[in-house]
């Protein structure tokens, strides 16, 4: 009764399919922006990497809710590994346009996993000093990771590394998922884990 | 035979911030570098002034006898100066479209790189080298 009549109300609505591109130096100069930002509020490099990290987090939960909705006929995935097959390929496919290269399993310990991709829009423009090491701008894509992680209820350690790869003159990304033993336990209680 | 020599970027304010040699060259010692950057951004100051016409560009070709010298003055103050051999082809075009183009990808899309500064982006180097030797290999120029 308090809708005028001949427009619906918002929730009446269907959910907004599609994709929605933008263009790539927009995200760049955005992302360039978010970067020196967080970086004149640090004083060290594993402080940014959080930071970026954090910012990542918030995205990374509201995707995970919409993507669930839109693309999953609002099912979420309750296994661990139906979990990282949507990371790697629904999150990837929306926030990158395409499937992220690999997925797999570390060789040294059971509750790792890794999602392995090259030319990220993140990494693709930015050269890291060489006095800040280690430092991955995909630190953000990590933070995105995390947060629909612990959104589906799998809280993990997320990092983004720089890996060489033999023949090529640009490193991998590797996203390292170390997951938290409660929920190894819990996935080794479920029907045929 | 045509050859790209080697790139200089000017800053703003004169200073120079970016210097390569795309073939092997006689060294010039860079505090040398330093002052010719910033007189020739003098003198294409000038030439704009000296412009009997408004709105001039100021100089965008000298040519010698040893070699051409294509400047191109962005909008927003940046000189690129390109050095080539007399009458090499589509160098202009080079330097507005390429050059550019990887000054702006791996430099200004670069949170690392603050305006004015030196420019150190590896990747800026690496893909700007390796363009330009391509282009002077397929003229039949090696390193």
Known sequence: MFQSRGSAGIVDKPFRQGRQEISLSSFAYLFSEMVQYCQSRVSNISELERKLDEVGYGVGLRLLEVLCYRERGQRRETRLLDMLKFIHSTLWRYLFGRQARDLEQSNSAEDEYMISDTDLPVTKFVSVPREMGHLNPAAFVAGIVRGALDGAGFPARVTAHYVPVAGQPRPKTVILMKFNAAVMQREQRMPGG | ?143
């Open chain 2, 1 to 143: 035979m045509p050859t790209l020599y080697s790139l200089w970027i000017v800053g703003r304010n004169g200073g120079l911030l970016y210097s390569r040699d795309f073939v092997q060259l006689p060294p010039i010692e860079f505090n040398d570098k330093l002052r010719l950057a910033s007189s020739w951004f003098g003198m294409c100051g000038i030439s704009a002034q000296l412009s009997p016409v408004p709105d001039s560009s100021g100089i965008q070709l000298m040519q010698a006898d040893t070699f051409d010298l294509h400047s191109f003055h962005t909008l927003t103050g940046t000189t690129f100066m390109l050095l080539t051999e007399p009458h090499t082809p589509d160098a202009a075009e080079l330097l507005r479209t390429t050059v550019y183009e990887l000054y702006c990808d791996y430099v200004l899309k670069n949170p690392f790189h603050e305006m004015d500064q030196v420019i150190k982006s590896e990747l800026f180097d690496q893909n700007l080298v390796e363009r330009c030797q391509a282009i002077n290999r397929r003229w039949g120029v090696g390193a």
